[in-house]
Each structure stands twice: as structure tokens, then as C-alpha cells.
């Protein structure tokens, strides 16, 4: 659990720090936007679905930050100097 723990902003989508980067880079950095969670298909075939674990992922988000090796990996592919 350290290594999640520790790096918990890899595990998000690339296209949301695509996103951040570009209203960052637009001068753009208070505008406020919103992110989903979701799945696109209802897993094993099944009619209906109990979404449990709310409070874990509320948790996770309050904790969600990058470190100075996550923005170094982010950097070697994605990021601009000026937004890591």
C-alpha cells in the first residue's frame, strides 16, 4: 500500500492532467472543472450495480497530490517545464 499511497496521482487518467496542464498553460489555472468516476459497462454482464466504497475514494481524493517523483516521471512524457 506505500507505493499507492506514495503515488496516488499516477493512477489517474492522462487525459485529466492533459486537461490541467492546458488550462494552466491558457492562463486558465482557477477555473474550476470536474472530473467523473465511472465505468463504461456494467461488470460481468450483470442487470444492475451496488457502488460500495464511496468513503474510500473520498478518502483517497482528499489525499491526492503529486511528488516531486511522480511530476519527474509525469515530465519525461507529458508535462511542460513551465506547468510541472
Known sequence: MDFFDR???LYTDRYEVS???GYF????ASTRVT???????QPFG???VVFAGLDDV?????GFRYGDEDREYLRSFL??????
Not at 472530473?35 to 459497462?41: K, M
Not at 473520498?58 to 482528499?62: N, Q, T, Y
Not at 508535462?79 to 510541472?84: E, Y
Open 7 to 9: 503515488h496516488l496521482g
Open 19 to 21: 486537461m490541467a496542464q
Open 25 to 28: 498553460l491558457q492562463g486558465r
Open 35 to 41: 472530473f467523473d468516476y465511472y465505468f463504461r459497462t
Open 46 to 48: 450483470g442487470g444492475y
Open 58 to 62: 473520498l478518502d483517497l481524493l482528499e
Open 79 to 84: 508535462l511542460r517545464p513551465r506547468f510541472s
